[in-house]
């Protein structure tokens, strides 16, 4: 007996446990008609019998695919930046407003300030929203506390919803996101600090899995990086770079040296670049929303493709360069901008996703055996997902085997 069984689904999902590369990226499965078992929050069943279940969920012929994994955000924050909307009206530049103090130094402001509970109830509503939105997996990235107390306070916070929020959530410690204003000037006594200070008691506190830093001009440049990648790795963290975001220091090429899982933006990216990640395994997180929202180029995501880079796609979620969550509207962006087909970029926004922060083999497929983790649309199959943009397009989100609400 199942504890729930979706019945009449359009299902289109990836299929396996690693990232698709090339010409696999687009091959999902699709079978309509198609009836879900679910048993102790994992799948049980996929096929055209209908067997018995405690309760039934009629997808009425609509599409289901795994829930969404959002491999990048920015999660835990105070504050809100929409004062920049008017300097980037008058043409200031996102890395002009950072050297002035601003963008990132601000949310740092607001999140030191910001308590613990304050910081966990917004982190928690933006949950419940993107779990409405059919996001079912996230990233958390710290940064915005850059010293070691306000790091912990927003680690700890992604801690406590990980384990209180039906949300999975991946911890990824970011103190190199920028340099703080007691450093400024004097980034190398910072990354000293980041790596003989923050690393070990993070690592030593299991309060991350990854480790992330911006390698960015005006921000940390290529040996900085270094160290700071190298000390996570040494402390038994994986390794991820904001690499190649607006201009290009060699990061990606670092990225695949490291054997970093993921280098992330990657827009200024070069062949050189491309077939270094290509030949280490590092997947691309693309993040067109980002690109939307500071209206920079857009990753040469396609390309990438061709030459047998796996990539994966998220909301970057912050306060700053993408202050949005639907991984809906990346998507369709990512289809429009990239060129990329629906069952490209589904396939990267689950099961690839999901490999770039080590859980390919439990989530981001419709599969016995995964974590039964299911969006069910309002769409009567993939095509339709994308060609509608703007609004939010779930009907059910099932987060491990439990349906979280109809809208
Ligand atoms: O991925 N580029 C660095 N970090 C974020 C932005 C953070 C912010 O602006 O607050 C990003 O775009
Ligand atoms: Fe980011």
Redesign the pocket.
């Known amino acids: 007996m199942f504890d729930l069984l979706v019945k009449n689904a359009h299902l289109a999902t990836p299929m396996g446990v690693g990232p698709k590369k090339g010409q696999t990226l687009g091959e999902i499965t699709i079978m309509p008609g198609v009836n879900i078992g679910i048993a102790g929050g994992k799948i049980a069943y996929v096929g055209h019998d209908e067997p018995p279940a405690a309760q039934v969920l009629d997808a009425h012929g609509q599409l289901v695919t795994p829930g969404l994994v959002d491999c990048h955000t920015?999660l835990v924050f105070g504050g809100s930046r929409q004062n920049e909307l008017a300097l980037k009206l008058a043409g200031a530049d996102y890395l002009e407003i950072l050297a002035a103090g601003g963008?990132?130094l601000s949310?740092v402001a607001a999140t030191r300030a910001a308590d613990f509970d304050e910081l966990y109830s917004r982190a928690s509503n933006f949950l419940d929203d993107m779990l409405a939105h059919g996001t079912t997996t996230v990233e958390a990235k710290s940064g915005y506390g850059l010293n070691l107390e306000d790091e912990l306070k927003q680690l700890e916070v992604a801690a406590k919803l990980q384990s209180d929020h039906p949300m999975d959530i991946v911890s990824t410690f970011m103190g190199a996101?920028a340099v703080p204003p007691e450093y400024k000037d004097n980034a190398d006594a910072y990354v000293d600090f980041v790596v003989n200070e923050m690393i070990p008691v993070i690592a030593s506190k299991n309060l991350a899995e990854y480790c992330d830093i911006?390698c960015?001009a005006g921000v940390f440049d290529l040996e900085q990086n270094r160290r700071v990648l190298q000390a996570a790795k040494n402390a038994g963290l994986g390794v991820k770079m904001?690499a190649n975001?607006i201009n290009n220091l060699g990061g990606a090429v670092l990225a695949a040296e490291l054997g970093a899982s993921s280098a992330e933006?990657l827009i200024a990216s070069n062949e050189a670049d491309m077939g270094a990640l290509a030949a280490a395994g590092t997947i691309a997180v693309l993040?067109p929303a980002?690109s939307f929202y500071l209206g920079k180029d857009y990753a040469a995501a396609a390309k990438m493709v061709e030459k047998g880079i796996a990539i994966a796609i998220a909301s970057?979620f912050?306060?700053?360069?993408?202050p949005n969550f639907n991984m809906q509207f990346a998507m369709t962006t990512a289809c429009l901008k990239y060129r990329l087909h629906p069952a490209q970029v589904l396939t990267a926004a689950t099961l690839n996703a999901a490999c770039a922060i080590g859980r390919g083999s439990c989530k981001g497929t419709i599969e016995v055996g995964k974590d039964a983790d299911l969006v069910v649309w309002n769409c009567p199959d993939l095509d339709y997902l994308f060609y509608r943009y703007g609004n939010n397009q779930v009907c059910h989100v099932i987060k491990s085997g439990k349906i979280i609400g109809a809208m």
Do not use: A, K, V
């Open positions: 920015h963008g990132i949310t996101h911006f960015e904001h975001e933006h993040l980002t970057d912050n306060p700053g360069s993408s």
